[in-house]
C-alpha cells in the first residue's frame, strides 16, 4: 500500500508556501543569491520579451517582486498565488500599484483567469508541484495567439553539479537530488531539465524564442565576494555569460521565453 500524501503537500502535491514566507524572504531575498536574481531579470526580461505594456497573468507569485516590476512599467497584473501568506505579504508590498489577486493555484487558473493571454508570467514555481508536465501544459492553454510565456525553472542539471561541489557524492551518483517538501525545507520537489522543457514545449506547440541561465557562477563559489566591488564584479560575470554557451546551461534556474505561434488556438 503506498503512502498517503504528506499533510504539507497539497492534494495536487504540490508544495504551497504556507509556513515559508520569512524563510524564503530571508534566505532567497534576503542575500547576494535574491540580489543577483532580480539584477539579472532586471536586464534579461527587456531583452527576453516584448514588452508594450500588454496585461500579464503573474503565476505563483510568491512576495510580488516580478508583480512589481511589471506594474512599474505600465502593465496590469494579475497576481495568482495559492499560499495565504505570500499573498497578504505581496499584497503589502505592492500596495498602490496596478495589481489583482488571486488566491488560488496555477490548476485552477482555466476557470478563474482563462485569458487568453497577452503574457504569462511563471518564475520558479513548476519545482514546487507534483506533475510539472501537466501545469507546463495548462500555462501553454492560458496563452493568446502570439503570447508569450516567461518561465523559471529550478534547474536539476545545477543542483547536481552544487552537491557534488559541496561534496555530496553519494547523493549525486544515487541521483537523489530532489527534496521532499518537508517542513521548512527549500529544496524543489520537482528540479527540472532542459530537455524536460525542450519536450513539453514541442508538446504544447510553443516555440522557444529566448534563453538564459541564472547565477550561472555564483552557487559553485568556494567564496563569495566580500565586498561591493566583488559583487559588482561578479553580476557583470553573470550577465555577460548568462546567455552565453555552454555557461546558461548551468544556471542555477533556466530562464524561458516561449511563444504560441499566431496562427495556433490554445
Ligand atoms: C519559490 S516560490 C517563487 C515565488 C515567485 N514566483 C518568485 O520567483 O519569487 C514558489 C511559489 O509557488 C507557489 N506555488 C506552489 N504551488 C503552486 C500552485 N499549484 N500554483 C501556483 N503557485 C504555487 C508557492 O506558494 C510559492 O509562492
Given at each position: 500500500?503506498?503512502?498517503?500524501?504528506?499533510?504539507?503537500?497539497?492534494?495536487?502535491?504540490d508544495r504551497h508556501f504556507?509556513?515559508?514566507?520569512?524563510?524564503?524572504?530571508?534566505?532567497?531575498?534576503?542575500?547576494?543569491?535574491?540580489?543577483?536574481?532580480?539584477?539579472?531579470?532586471?536586464?534579461?526580461?527587456?531583452?527576453?520579451?516584448?514588452?508594450?505594456?500588454?496585461?500579464?497573468?503573474e503565476v505563483g507569485g510568491g512576495?510580488?517582486?516580478l508583480?512589481?516590476?511589471?506594474?512599474?512599467?505600465?502593465?496590469?497584473?494579475?497576481?495568482c498565488e495559492p499560499?495565504?501568506?505570500?499573498?497578504?505579504?505581496?499584497?503589502?508590498?505592492?500596495?498602490?500599484?496596478?495589481?489583482?489577486?488571486?488566491?488560488?493555484p496555477l490548476?485552477?487558473?482555466?476557470?478563474?483567469?482563462?485569458?487568453?493571454?497577452?503574457?504569462?508570467t511563471c518564475h520558479a514555481v513548476l519545482e514546487w508541484l507534483?506533475?510539472p508536465?501537466?501545469a507546463f501544459?495548462?500555462l501553454?492553454?492560458?496563452?493568446?495567439?502570439?503570447?508569450?510565456?516567461?518561465l523559471m525553472v529550478f534547474?536539476?542539471?545545477?543542483?547536481?553539479?552544487?552537491?557534488?561541489?559541496?561534496?555530496?557524492?553519494?547523493?549525486?551518483?544515487?541521483?537523489?537530488?530532489?527534496?521532499?517538501?518537508?517542513?521548512?525545507?527549500?529544496?524543489p520537489?520537482s528540479?527540472l531539465?532542459?530537455?524536460?522543457?525542450?519536450?513539453?514545449?514541442?508538446?504544447?506547440?510553443?516555440?522557444?524564442?529566448?534563453?538564459?541561465?541564472?547565477?550561472?557562477?555564483?552557487?559553485?563559489?568556494?567564496?563569495?565576494?566580500?565586498?561591493?566591488?566583488?559583487?559588482?564584479?561578479?553580476?557583470?560575470?553573470?550577465?555577460?555569460?548568462?546567455?552565453?554557451?555552454?555557461?546558461?546551461?548551468?544556471?542555477?534556474?533556466?530562464?524561458?521565453?516561449?511563444?504560441?505561434?499566431?496562427?495556433?488556438?490554445?
Amino acid at each position: 500500500m503506498s503512502d498517503p500524501v504528506p499533510s504539507y503537500l497539497s492534494p495536487a502535491g504540490d508544495r504551497h508556501f504556507d509556513g515559508l514566507a520569512d524563510k524564503f524572504a530571508s534566505s532567497l531575498y534576503g542575500g547576494l543569491r535574491g540580489e543577483l536574481r532580480l539584477a539579472l531579470l532586471d536586464r534579461l526580461l527587456p531583452e527576453m520579451l516584448e514588452l508594450h505594456g500588454q496585461p500579464v497573468l503573474e503565476v505563483g507569485g510568491g512576495l510580488g517582486q516580478l508583480a512589481g516590476w511589471f506594474a512599474d512599467r505600465g502593465h496590469d497584473v494579475m497576481l495568482c498565488e495559492p499560499a495565504g501568506e505570500m499573498l497578504e505579504r505581496a499584497q503589502a508590498q505592492l500596495q498602490g500599484r496596478s495589481v489583482r489577486y488571486l488566491e488560488t493555484p496555477l490548476q485552477a487558473l482555466p476557470n478563474e483567469a482563462p485569458g487568453p493571454w497577452p503574457l504569462i508570467t511563471c518564475h520558479a514555481v513548476l519545482e514546487w508541484l507534483g506533475d510539472p508536465r501537466a501545469a507546463f501544459a495548462t500555462l501553454a492553454g492560458l496563452l493568446a495567439p502570439g503570447g508569450q510565456l516567461s518561465l523559471m525553472v529550478f534547474n536539476r542539471d545545477a543542483l547536481r553539479l552544487s552537491n557534488v561541489v559541496k561534496g555530496n557524492l553519494e547523493k549525486a551518483l544515487a541521483d537523489r537530488l530532489e527534496g521532499k517538501g518537508q517542513r521548512k525545507r527549500l529544496t524543489p520537489i520537482s528540479p527540472l531539465t532542459h530537455e524536460q522543457i525542450t519536450a513539453w514545449a514541442a508538446e504544447a506547440g510553443l516555440e522557444m524564442r529566448a534563453t538564459a541561465g541564472v547565477r550561472v557562477f555564483h552557487d559553485y563559489l568556494r567564496q563569495p565576494p566580500q565586498d561591493e566591488v566583488g559583487r559588482e564584479t561578479l553580476l557583470e560575470l553573470e550577465w555577460r555569460y548568462c546567455r552565453a554557451e555552454p555557461h546558461w546551461r548551468l544556471g542555477r534556474y533556466l530562464l524561458y521565453t516561449l511563444i504560441r505561434p499566431e496562427e495556433s488556438s490554445p
